[in-house]
Each structure stands twice: as structure tokens, then as C-alpha cells.
């Protein structure tokens, strides 16, 4: 099976959704309007157990990353990288990396999230 | 040291066969690693009134079930489950089976993990390649290409390696301080030599993961017996006291979070530590899940053993190594004894306790710290384990 099948969790179903649409998109507590880590099924601020979905702006930092020099799957050959950013909203994404797997990176780059054909990738901004 | 009294101690110790091949299933193997266990502390199996079952994650319920008591025909139960909480299940049974032992809900409880990753079409690597969800998205890892455990823990790695301003050599001496280790032991798996030269030149696995910094996988089982700390004495066995245990469990938001714990293990530690009226400076040996060598650094500095961005140094100053003052993983650990998840700490802490440990034997091994560590870095569960019924 494609490593591309589309989830059937429902949590997560508009994220997907935003992706096929060209749009990245985060969740926030739907009561206090704060960024929620992906995943959160609660506010961890307010205890409200309402999230909503909105459009990321497309811009963060670069955390971490990694390259992977042995291959797992057909869709991913090595060597090629994977990368935590954290968008400007404050929360963290883990994307797959646009760049050669043998680029300098730094800590804390600043990175350009983009969405083609409904994947997406983040790059060096 | 505050005066600490045990609360409970391990009288039983078993192994069913470790191997690189298919030998037998899991629960062949546990079976197998129980009636050892049961023998070594000199019980009969009717004495077993409690049996803590920990499988692997990646294992399907039925791979090791609870008809293990059928399998066993363990006929006075009294407490039974399966326990599962990733990597640091197995510190979790024998501290669940320490709190029966403690209130008499039973006498003699049985802890085991039982492992098959490695099958006639299964190499280890296939066996461990599914992702790891660290995301929060599901199936997201996989859409990413972060696949296995190697990639989830790479990540958190290469964070920690920038943030401390260290290069991709900080995990050099984790690796070549625990094979120095696994040199001198005889059930190791990986035993030969391995230089600073040969490490660096080891093919990249996830870079800045090599091939040394990560886990040797094998099948095969441990089991142990928790007893009440007054009955330690009766077995044949030379008892191994329990004095303290605690648990941290929160995600791992990386290191500019926002003042918060890095992970969860700094509160396991904490109730340890209170639990035995000690501090990280009464420790005198650690027995540290250590998956990947990196896992080693960042145990070293939550447990309060090393301050944040320090283990490196300490590890390279050949302090965990053979000789050093604080000897780590002493049998080879994970990286290069063996990967039996959770039980390989404790089964290297019985070992050294119980003066099994050959030419990796310490004159006094003191207070040994013992630990778990699940999911990526999510889970913790530690121990503090001793020859003295009294600190």
C-alpha cells in the first residue's frame, strides 16, 4: 500500500482535507482562539474541548532534521531529509524537506512551507 | 544518604533463549524465561500468584497472551495483565508487582517480556521500520518518509546535537564505552572491538545516526520475580532489593518549549529518588534504556545526573565506561548486549546486584538506577535497585 493512502482518522481528516485543497492548515482552541499542538483533542490552556482548523501562513523556523541514508519505502529513495519546523504560530510540524540531502542547515532557518498537489513540503525561505 | 528500607526485592531471574534466529515464539520464549525465573528463586510454580506480561509494541495481542497461564498452568493467580506502556513497561511491572508484594495482594509475582522481531523472512530493520507517531497526525510520519523508530529518535537527536552546539561525534563514546563493556561479556552479541575509526567510518543508518548508535534486536525473553522484601532472603538466589521507583509520562515538544519538563523522565526520577531518600549523587551505577546512544545523554541529564548539555562530556571523559566512576549499560546495554526492550536494563541490573556479571563484575555496585523509556522519549519509568535491604 502507497505510503500516501489517505487516513481514515477523523481527527486529523481536515488537515488532510486543507492539504488536497492547497492549504496547510493548525488547529486552535475554538473557545480561546490559542494554538494547539497537532494532535491536541482538548485546549491545553482553557480545557475547552473545541478545536477549529485555520489556514497556516506558510512561514516557520527550522527545528531538526534528519537524512535518511537507507531507503524504507519506494516513494522515499535516500539519501533525503525530514524536517520538525515550527510554524509562526507556534506550533510544531513535522514536513519532508525540499533540498539537497547535503545542504548546510542551521537551527532556527527560517523555512517556507509550500502545498503542491496536495503534499507538503517545507524549504529554505 | 537517608535511611531507605526496601519495599520490595527481586528473588527470581530467567532467560529464555536469546538468538538472531527464529528459536521458538515469544510466548515459547516466555514460557521458557518463566519456568527459569520460578527455578532460580527456588519456588514452585504454585507459589505464583501474580504475572505481569509485557509485550513488544509492535507485536500483535496474540503474540504473547494472557493463556500464558494456561501455558504455564499457573493455577493461584491472583493478580494478572499485560502492561503496556512501549519501553517502559517493564520497569512498570516490577514496580506493579512491588506494590502488590507491598499491600499482600501477592507473594510471588512473575514480570516477563518476550520478543520475536527477527523471523525467517524478517530481518531485524524490516521488524522495526514502522514509523513512530511523533506528529500528532496520523499516518503523517509515513507521508514524510520518517519511518522507524531510527528516524523519530534521529530527530529529536539532531535538535539536541544543535541546541548544545555539539557535532555528530557527542554519540562517538556512548557507543565505543558500551562495547568496551560488551567485550568482556560473554552474552553479549556484539563483542568485537570497536574503534573511534571504525565508528565514524560505520555506514549512516538516519544520519546523525550511525549504524553503533542504534539497538542490536534479538528474540528471545527475561523474566523476573518480585517477592516481598522480608521473604528476599528465603530463595537460593542472592536477593536484589527494590528502594524506590517512580514515572514521568509527557509528550516531547522538543528544546525551546516553553519552560516546560523536556520529557517526562525528570519526574520519574524525582519519585525515585524521594521514594529512597537519596539524590542523584548516591547513585554509583546506571543500567539506561538506551535504544540509541543519544537516548544515554539525554537520561544522563533528566535524571539529574549530568546538568543539561553536559552528559556528552562526561560520557567522552570515559566516566559510564569500564573503570570510569559511573559505570553505564555494564553489560553492553541495547546498542551492543542485546535488545530486549525494557527488561535489558534490569536484566543487566540483576546481573552486577546479584555478582553475576563476570568480567564486567563491580567490586560494590551501590545504588544502580534503572530505567525505561517508550515511545519517542514519551514514556519513562525508573527504578532504584540495590544488594542492601537498607540504604
Redesign the interface.
Known amino acids: 500500500m502507497s505510503?500516501?493512502?489517505?487516513?481514515t482518522?477523523t481527527?486529523?481528516q481536515p488537515?488532510y482535507e486543507g492539504l488536497a485543497q492547497g492549504e496547510l492548515r493548525y488547529c486552535v482552541c475554538a473557545a480561546c482562539s490559542r494554538a494547539l499542538?497537532?494532535?491536541?483533542r482538548v485546549c491545553r490552556y482553557c480545557d475547552s474541548a473545541g478545536i477549529a482548523w485555520r489556514p497556516a501562513a506558510g512561514a516557520g523556523r527550522l527545528?531538526?532534521?534528519?537524512?535518511?541514508?537507507?531507503g524504507?519505502?519506494p516513494?522515499?529513495p535516500p539519501p533525503?531529509r525530514?524536517a520538525?519546523v515550527?510554524l509562526q504560530e507556534g506550533v510544531?510540524?513535522?514536513?519532508?524537506w525540499q533540498g539537497g540531502a547535503e545542504d548546510p542547515l542551521?537551527?532556527g532557518a527560517p523555512v517556507r512551507v509550500t502545498v503542491e498537489s496536495g503534499?507538503a513540503s517545507a524549504h529554505l525561505a | 544518604m537517608a535511611s531507605s528500607q526496601a519495599k520490595a526485592a527481586l528473588t527470581g531471574f530467567g532467560l529464555g533463549q536469546l538468538s538472531r534466529n527464529f528459536t521458538g515464539s515469544a510466548r515459547q520464549l516466555a514460557v521458557e524465561a518463566i519456568l527459569a525465573a520460578v527455578k532460580d528463586a527456588g519456588l514452585r510454580r504454585d507459589e505464583i500468584d501474580g504475572l505481569l506480561i509485557n509485550r513488544s509494541p509492535l507485536a500483535p495481542p496474540e503474540a504473547l497472551p494472557l493463556h500464558l497461564q494456561e501455558d504455564l498452568q499457573l493455577a493461584n493467580l491472583r493478580m494478572m495483565s499485560g502492561i503496556e506502556a512501549e519501553g517502559s513497561s517493564a520497569a512498570q511491572t516490577v514496580q506493579y508487582a512491588a506494590m502488590a508484594v507491598m499491600t499482600g495482594m501477592a507473594r510471588h509475582v512473575v514480570c516477563v517480556f518476550a520478543d520475536d522481531p527477527i523471523r525467517p523472512a524478517t530481518t531485524a530493520g524490516q521488524a522495526f521500520a514502522e514509523p513512530v507517531p511523533i506528529s500528532g497526525i496520523e499516518g503523517w510520519e509515513k507521508q514524510c518518509g520518517l519511518f522507524g523508530a531510527t528516524g523519530a529518535y534521529a530527530m529529536a537527536a539532531q535538535e539536541y546535537l544543535a541546541h548544545y552546539g555539539l557535532d555528530d561525534t557527542a554519540f562517538a563514546p556512548v557507543a565505543l564505552g558500551q562495547r568496551a563493556w560488551a567485550e568482556r561479556n560473554p552474552r553479549a552479541f556484539l563483542r568485537a572491538p570497536l574503534t573511534r575509526e571504525a565508528y565514524l567510518a560505520a555506514p549512516w543508518i538516519v544520519e546523525p545516526f550511525r549504524l553503533p548508535d542504534c539497538a542490536y534486536p534479538v528474540n528471545g525473553a527475561v523474566a523476573v520475580v518480585v517477592s516481598a522484601a522480608a521473604r528476599a532472603q528465603d530463595g537460593p538466589a542472592p536477593p536484589v532489593y527494590l528502594h524506590g521507583w517512580g514515572q514521568g509520562h509527557g509528550g516531547f515538544q522538543g528544546f525551546h518549549g516553553r519552560g516546560e519538563a523536556l520529557t517526562g523522565a525528570g519526574r520519574a526520577g524525582r519519585m525515585a529518588y524521594a521514594m529512597a531518600g537519596v539524590t542523584p549523587a548516591d547513585i554509583s551505577a546506571c543500567q539506561i534504556y538506551d535504544a540509541f546512544s543519544f537516548v544515554v545523554l539525554l537520561a544522563l541529564e533528566e535524571y539529574g545526573i549530568c546538568k543539561p548539555g553536559e552528559a556528552a562530556a562526561f560520557v567522552a571523559a570515559g566516566e559510564t565506561a569500564p573503570g570510569g566512576r559511573l559505570p553505564c549499560n555494564t553489560g553492553g546495554g541495547q546498542l551492543s548486549g542485546f535488545y530486549l526492550q525494557g527488561m535489558t536494563p534490569i536484566a543487566e541490573a540483576m546481573l552486577q546486584l546479584r555478582g553475576e556479571s563476570g568480567d564486567n563484575q563491580l567490586q560494590n555496585p551501590g545504588l544502580m538506577l534503572v530505567t525505561g523509556n517508550g515511545g519517542r522519549l514519551e514514556y519513562h519509568a525508573a527504578l532504584l535497585m540495590s544488594r542492601e535491604a537498607r540504604l
Open positions: 505510503v500516501f493512502a489517505p487516513s482518522d481527527w486529523s488537515f499542538p497537532y494532535g491536541a527545528c531538526a532534521w534528519v537524512t535518511y541514508r537507507r524504507f519505502a516513494e522515499f533525503y525530514v520538525m515550527e510544531r510540524l513535522l514536513l519532508p542551521r537551527q503534499r
